[in-house]
């Protein structure tokens, strides 16, 4: 059991690291010796753990997409009324752009990297989409009655936190997700008086 447990956060240490890499440098500019001295392991235990860099790339989505699913639900659970909740992801969306650290959506960033050439990079990054597509649908079909008129409008507002996530990066700014905000708001308001 104490092995599993030294493993388990061996392991864990090691996605932290290649995370932090990874997101600020880009994924094919940082090696597998790089993320192994820098979390103070043997080589041994790098590809025990992660017997290839593909296998690493993808635990560190995989954290990504908790954090992000983690940072919404808290947003939204935060919130009092349907509108309000479908409103909150943007304001996850601010303070995640304020922070320091912040260099863009990990998802869009490694699927523009290694999307044309990794398949399972392409699939984890779609199915994150997809999820958070549907995270949105489920709020959205709260808020607007009807079926059609919410899946479009949930449509629309993932594509304006989408947007808002690349323009905040490029711009170094977190304005975007308060633009992006205002402008759901807009659209849940047309969609709820069609």
């Given at each position: 059991?104490?092995?599993?447990?030294?493993?388990?956060?061996?392991?864990?240490?090691?996605?932290?690291?290649?995370?932090?890499?990874?997101?600020?440098?880009?994924?094919?500019?940082?090696?597998?010796?790089?993320?192994?001295?820098?979390?103070?392991?043997s080589l041994?235990?790098l590809?025990?753990?992660?017997?290839?860099?593909?296998?690493?790339?993808?635990?560190?989505?995989?954290?990504?997409?908790?954090?992000?699913?983690?940072?919404?639900?808290?947003?939204?659970?935060?919130?009092?009324?349907?509108r309000?909740?479908?409103?909150?992801?943007?304001?996850?969306?601010?303070?995640?752009?304020?922070?320091?650290?912040?260099r863009?959506?990990?998802?869009?960033?490694?699927?523009?990297?290694?999307?044309?050439?990794?398949p399972?990079?392409?699939?984890?990054?779609?199915?994150?989409?997809?999820?958070?597509?549907?995270?949105?649908?489920?709020?959205?079909?709260?808020?607007?009655?009807?079926?059609?008129?919410?899946?479009?409008?949930?449509?629309?507002l993932?594509?304006?936190?989408?947007?808002?996530?690349?323009?905040?990066?490029?711009?170094?700014?977190a304005?975007?997700?308060?633009?992006?905000?205002?402008?759901?708001?807009?659209l849940?308001?047309?969609?709820?008086?069609?």
């Amino acid at each position: 059991m104490v092995t599993n447990t030294v493993e388990a956060d061996t392991r864990a240490h090691i996605v932290t690291v290649a995370d932090e890499l990874f997101y600020a440098r880009g994924i094919q500019s940082v090696g597998m010796d790089e993320i192994r001295s820098r979390a103070g392991v043997s080589l041994k235990k790098l590809y025990a753990a992660f017997p290839g860099k593909d296998q690493l790339v993808a635990a560190v989505l995989a954290g990504r997409h908790d954090y992000w699913e983690h940072g919404i639900a808290e947003a939204v659970a935060a919130a009092s009324s349907p509108r309000d909740r479908l409103l909150a992801m943007y304001d996850f969306l601010e303070q995640w752009f304020g922070d320091d650290t912040f260099r863009g959506c990990g998802f869009i960033n490694a699927f523009g990297e290694l999307g044309a050439t990794s398949p399972s990079v392409a699939r984890i990054a779609r199915e994150h989409k997809e999820s958070f597509q549907r995270s949105v649908a489920e709020l959205a079909a709260d808020v607007v009655p009807d079926r059609g008129v919410a899946a479009e409008l949930a449509a629309q507002l993932a594509l304006l936190a989408e947007g808002a996530q690349t323009t905040a990066a490029i711009a170094g700014d977190a304005s975007p997700a308060g633009h992006a905000r205002r402008a759901a708001a807009v659209l849940i308001d047309a969609a709820t008086r069609a």
